[in-house]
């Protein structure tokens, strides 16, 4: 279902009304309901790592199978990531895009965003037809902070979108988590110094879960039975949470020719994945 | 009088008899010059007239009439010198002319009467044996190359007056006789080896693969990951060259003027790194008069295509045809030559522009959608035609100091394992390397009817998202892996083992 919501209208979402005040006008395209749930807004960069990715997914799939709207705004890398984690989920996906809502940016998430229009919703401050500028992107990221109850910030480097965001929610006076990551990556540089300035870090996703006040649902067992191979290459890609092939071959001392045929097995088990290079664990 | 001496001349990569017919008439001095022939060709006339007369030889002053025959062919390069020499001697009566049929002569001269260096000798040394000619007359400077021609006597020669005297029964020529047995199983030394590059094991594993079974292959990493070192190895595992290996290669190398003092025949494997601007003509060979490209320079070695996605779209697009035939067709106007271009793809990028995306060192400048154009670049049809793909990673410094390094010796024994069960495998075939195998031929030596492969192919299939072509080049992989292994049938753990070189999909996802 798709329309327009002016301000004073019954339906015109009372958040917008108290966070961003200037805000007339608000196109949309799905199931308003969504908006009455509790929701976290999952943002980060779009140029990512591996883990800002996958540690998004789950929080996106986390919060939505608890029962929370996970809100993002569909761009590449972390947002694409939490709306896949999130949609279909009990608690749904919204997506606040820059431009018109069927204008599709970046047009490789085209089918994720029809998908989002079905199951969740699209809003968005632009009619239809409007092409997305750069200047749009920063009312938008305040959009996507004025909905949610709390903003989770996945991976930021010092002059990512992301921080915008964070700022948005903390004159807003929302909840801001921001993912930990190591000292030395560019990619968490702006996520561990919004957690130095007092953002609450992820440590696990239960935490954000209880502190919504809701229960988290595990997915169904995932037990995988594994040889004595892959139980050791496990072991030590849960010690060391990402590593190269050589670096695997030095700490396992599996020879090359059988340590690429158990990954593959692993991967193909889906116990673990690979990205340019590294191996991870699911 | 009248002479007739025969040469020849290369025509793409074959040679052509010429013969020269030469007249010495009374009449005003002159020198008259018919046939088609070049510009170089026509100042031969002062050359000889010099080389003559600083020989102790006679240039007759009187009206000399050349034809080249055939004369419908355009004839070029500088060694008709010789046999237009020989033909003025001859017609004057300086030299005996009875057993002048059984010669040929090539070689150009220098004003002192010297024979100097020439190029394309090879091929049109073998044209001539083809054609029973018995004496070849060369200059010494082409020794070692036209000694790689058997079955034929090779005469080399210093200067125009050793020839004169030879041919006047007065002082015999060093003649050589070539025999293939000296160039199959010569030990090669190469300056470089795979014990250089350290770490980086699992690449080693992957390029054995990739060597043994003729799969082209593809590496990602960022800089000083070691791509071009461990490319520059890749012909230290290859077989050492058979001597018609080495026949063609050199035959292609001598066209193209490229053979010299240091390197006189081609007896180790190329490895042909152009760059990325190169233009079409320079990479697939061409020209009015059609010269060999890179991809035939790289004939029976390596073709090391280095930042693979900077290569001009319509240049790479060349490919295709050599990587299916082996070999590039040449139309030109006068003439359509094909030359050999049988070689083992090997190709690099960076992850990105910048080079460093992904890398943990260093931080990458680019957006993300600068990233992404720049790896959609490397998709499309040519990398289909790349069964193999490997990512890189730069080494850390404990694997600098580690000791334990597989070695080129090794590695190549293995290597020439595969390739012996290859052999045997596909006596019947018209192919000889795994990673030339078709449909058919794949459900014949890579079945997949065992339960347990099927269930772990269908698995793979759906859980890495593979795509038919993916699914071949993997059973290709496997079969090479197998083979390695010296197993009859191709397993799970082959199977799992090529799975991890599928590569592309997987990165993008990153």
Same mark, same amino acid.
């Given at each position: 279902?798709?329309?327009?919501?002016?301000?004073?209208?019954?339906?015109?979402?009372?958040?917008?009304?108290?966070?961003?005040?200037?805000?007339?006008?608000?196109?949309?395209?799905?199931?308003?309901?969504?908006?009455?749930?509790?929701?976290?807004?999952?943002?980060? #960069? !779009?140029?990512?790592?591996?883990?800002?990715?996958?540690? /998004?997914? @789950?929080? &996106? $799939?986390?919060?939505?199978?608890?029962?929370?709207?996970?809100?993002?705004?569909?761009?590449?890398?972390?947002?694409?990531?939490?709306?896949?984690?999130?949609?279909?989920?009990?608690?749904?996906?919204?997506?606040?895009?820059?431009?018109?809502?069927?204008?599709?940016?970046?047009?490789?998430?085209?089918?994720?965003?029809?998908?989002?229009?079905?199951?969740?919703?699209?809003?968005?401050?632009?009619?239809?037809?409007?092409?997305?500028?750069?200047?749009?992107?920063?009312?938008?990221?305040?959009?996507?902070?004025?909905?949610?109850?709390?903003?989770?910030?996945?991976?930021?480097? #010092? !002059?990512?979108?992301?921080?915008?965001?964070?700022?948005? /929610?903390? @004159?807003? &006076? $929302?909840?801001?988590?921001?993912?930990?990551?190591?000292?030395?990556?560019?990619?968490?540089?702006?996520?561990?110094?919004?957690?130095?300035?007092?953002?609450?870090?992820?440590?696990?996703?239960?935490?954000?879960?209880?502190?919504?006040?809701?229960?988290?649902?595990?997915?169904?067992?995932?037990?995988?039975?594994?040889?004595?191979?892959?139980?050791?290459?496990?072991?030590?890609?849960?010690?060391?949470?990402?590593?190269?092939?050589?670096?695997?071959?030095?700490?396992?001392?599996?020879?090359?020719?059988?340590?690429?045929?158990?990954?593959?097995?692993?991967?193909?088990?889906?116990?673990?994945?690979?990205?340019?290079?590294?191996?991870?664990?699911? | 009088?009248?002479?007739?001496?025969?040469?020849?001349?290369?025509?793409?990569?074959?040679?052509?008899?010429?013969?020269?017919?030469?007249?010495?008439?009374?009449?005003?001095?002159?020198?008259?010059?018919?046939?088609?022939?070049?510009?170089?060709?026509?100042?031969?006339?002062?050359?000889?007239?010099?080389?003559?007369?600083?020989?102790?030889?006679?240039?007759?002053?009187?009206?000399?009439?050349?034809?080249?025959?055939?004369?419908?062919?355009?004839?070029?390069?500088?060694?008709?010198?010789?046999?237009?020499?020989?033909?003025?001697?001859?017609?004057?009566?300086?030299?005996?002319?009875?057993?002048?049929?059984?010669?040929?002569?090539?070689?150009?001269?220098?004003?002192?009467?010297?024979?100097?260096?020439?190029?394309?000798?090879?091929?049109?040394?073998?044209?001539?044996?083809?054609?029973?000619?018995?004496?070849?007359?060369?200059?010494?400077?082409?020794?070692?190359?036209?000694?790689?021609?058997?079955?034929?006597?090779?005469?080399?020669?210093?200067?125009?007056?050793?020839?004169?005297?030879?041919?006047?029964?007065?002082?015999?020529?060093?003649?050589?006789?070539?025999?293939?047995?000296?160039?199959?199983?010569?030990?090669?030394?190469?300056?470089?080896?795979?014990?250089?590059?350290?770490?980086?094991?699992?690449?080693?594993?992957?390029?054995?693969?990739?060597?043994?079974?003729?799969?082209?292959?593809?590496?990602?990493?960022?800089?000083?990951?070691?791509?071009?070192?461990?490319?520059?190895?890749?012909?230290?595992?290859?077989?050492?060259?058979?001597?018609?290996?080495?026949?063609?290669?050199?035959?292609?190398?001598?066209?193209?003027?490229?053979?010299?003092?240091?390197?006189?025949?081609?007896?180790?494997?190329?490895?042909?790194?152009?760059?990325?601007?190169?233009?079409?003509?320079?990479?697939?060979?061409?020209?009015?008069?059609?010269?060999?490209?890179?991809?035939?320079?790289?004939?029976?070695?390596?073709?090391?295509?280095?930042?693979?996605?900077?290569?001009?779209?319509?240049?790479?697009?060349?490919?295709?045809?050599?990587?299916?035939?082996?070999?590039?067709?040449?139309?030109?106007?006068?003439?359509?030559?094909?030359?050999?271009?049988?070689?083992?793809?090997?190709?690099?990028?960076?992850?990105?522009?910048?080079?460093?995306?992904?890398?943990?060192?260093?931080?990458?400048?680019?957006?993300?959608?600068?990233?992404?154009?720049?790896?959609?670049?490397?998709?499309?049809?040519?990398?289909?035609?790349?069964?193999?793909?490997?990512?890189?990673?730069?080494?850390?410094?404990?694997?600098?100091?580690?000791?334990?390094?597989?070695?080129?010796?090794?590695?190549?024994?293995?290597?020439?394992?595969?390739?012996?069960?290859?052999?045997?495998?596909?006596?019947?075939?018209?192919?000889?390397?795994?990673?030339?195998?078709?449909?058919?031929?794949?459900?014949?030596?890579?079945?997949?009817?065992?339960?347990?492969?099927?269930?772990?192919?269908?698995?793979?299939?759906?859980?890495?998202?593979?795509?038919?072509?993916?699914?071949?080049?993997?059973?290709?992989?496997?079969?090479?892996?197998?083979?390695?292994?010296?197993?009859?049938?191709?397993?799970?753990?082959?199977?799992?083992?090529?799975?991890?070189?599928?590569?592309?999909?997987?990165?993008?996802?990153?």
């Amino acid at each position: 279902m798709a329309g327009v919501l002016k301000k004073g209208e019954k339906l015109f979402p009372e958040k917008v009304d108290i966070f961003a005040p200037e805000v007339k006008e608000i196109y949309y395209e799905g199931n308003l309901e969504l908006l009455e749930k509790p929701s976290l807004a999952v943002v980060g #960069s !779009r140029k990512c790592t591996a883990y800002g990715k996958k540690i /998004a997914g @789950e929080i &996106g $799939k986390g919060m939505g199978n608890a029962g929370a709207a996970v809100v993002s705004g569909l761009a590449r890398g972390i947002d694409t990531e939490a709306h896949i984690g999130a949609v279909g989920t009990e608690g749904g996906t919204i997506a606040v895009v820059a431009g018109g809502i069927d204008q599709f940016y970046p047009s490789e998430n085209r089918d994720l965003q029809k998908k989002i229009a079905s199951d969740g919703l699209i809003i968005s401050l632009k009619p239809q037809g409007y092409r997305c500028k750069p200047y749009d992107f920063p009312i938008r990221n305040r959009i996507i902070s004025a909905i949610s109850d709390g903003v989770a910030i996945m991976e930021a480097t #010092s !002059r990512s979108g992301a921080l915008i965001t964070a700022e948005c /929610a903390v @004159e807003q &006076g $929302k909840n801001v988590y921001a993912l930990p990551g190591n000292i030395s990556s560019v990619y968490s540089f702006g996520t561990n110094t919004l957690i130095k300035e007092g953002a609450t870090p992820i440590v696990s996703i239960d935490d954000m879960i209880n502190d919504y006040g809701l229960s988290s649902k595990l997915d169904e067992d995932k037990y995988v039975p594994l040889g004595d191979g892959e139980m050791r290459i496990v072991e030590v890609l849960r010690e060391y949470g990402e590593l190269t092939i050589e670096q695997l071959y030095k700490k396992t001392n599996i020879h090359p020719y059988d340590l690429n045929g158990i990954l593959t097995v692993l991967e193909i088990k889906g116990v673990v994945f690979s990205a340019m290079g590294k191996f991870f664990v699911c | 009088m009248l002479s007739k001496v025969k040469t020849a001349t290369v025509q793409g990569i074959e040679g052509q008899m010429i013969t020269v017919e030469t007249d010495i008439s009374p009449g005003l001095p002159g020198f008259y010059l018919v046939g088609q022939a070049d510009t170089a060709i026509k100042e031969a006339k002062d050359r000889i007239r010099a080389a003559l007369g600083n020989s102790g030889c006679e240039y007759p002053r009187t009206r000399i009439t050349v034809n080249m025959s055939p004369a419908g062919i355009r004839k070029r390069g500088s060694h008709f010198d010789l046999a237009l020499a020989i033909g003025i001697l001859a017609s004057s009566g300086q030299i005996r002319d009875d057993k002048l049929q059984e010669y040929c002569f090539i070689g150009e001269l220098s004003l002192d009467g010297t024979l100097s260096r020439t190029d394309g000798i090879l091929p049109m040394i073998i044209t001539m044996r083809n054609n029973g000619i018995e004496n070849i007359i060369i200059p010494s400077a082409n020794e070692e190359e036209g000694a790689l021609v058997n079955d034929i006597n090779i005469y080399v020669a210093d200067c125009i007056e050793q020839i004169v005297n030879h041919l006047n029964y007065d002082a015999e020529l060093k003649k050589i006789r070539g025999d293939e047995n000296l160039y199959n199983e010569r030990k090669i030394k190469y300056n470089v080896d795979f014990s250089d590059v350290k770490g980086q094991e699992t690449a080693k594993r992957a390029i054995t693969i990739c060597v043994a079974g003729g799969h082209g292959l593809f590496m990602m990493g960022s800089p000083s990951s070691g791509k071009t070192m461990l490319a520059e190895r890749i012909p230290t595992i290859m077989p050492p060259m058979k001597y018609e290996e080495i026949l063609e290669s050199t035959v292609i190398y001598s066209i193209s003027g490229l053979l010299d003092k240091e390197n006189p025949i081609i007896d180790v494997r190329p490895f042909r790194h152009p760059h990325n601007r190169i233009t079409q003509a320079a990479f697939i060979g061409g020209g009015a008069y059609p010269k060999p490209g890179e991809i035939s320079l790289a004939h029976k070695g390596v073709l090391f295509l280095d930042e693979f996605g900077e290569f001009d779209r319509g240049v790479i697009e060349n490919l295709r045809q050599p990587l299916e035939k082996k070999e590039i067709i040449l139309n030109r106007k006068e003439l359509s030559c094909i030359y050999p271009a049988d070689f083992l793809l090997v190709a690099a990028s960076n992850p990105c522009r910048c080079g460093y995306y992904g890398d943990e060192t260093h931080n990458c400048k680019c957006t993300m959608s600068q990233v992404l154009n720049y790896q959609h670049k490397l998709s499309g049809p040519i990398m289909d035609r790349i069964d193999m793909n490997l990512f890189l990673t730069p080494v850390g410094y404990a694997e600098l100091e580690d000791e334990k390094n597989t070695s080129s010796e090794i590695m190549r024994k293995r290597v020439m394992r595969a390739r012996k069960i290859q052999e045997e495998r596909f006596r019947n075939e018209d192919i000889s390397l795994n990673s030339e195998m078709d449909g058919n031929l794949l459900d014949l030596y890579v079945p997949i009817d065992s339960p347990e492969i099927k269930k772990f192919l269908s698995e793979a299939y759906t859980r890495l998202k593979l795509n038919p072509r993916t699914m071949q080049k993997v059973r290709k992989i496997a079969r090479t892996i197998a083979d390695l292994d010296g197993a009859e049938e191709v397993k799970i753990e082959h199977f799992a083992e090529s799975l991890a070189y599928r590569g592309e999909a997987s990165w993008l996802e990153y």
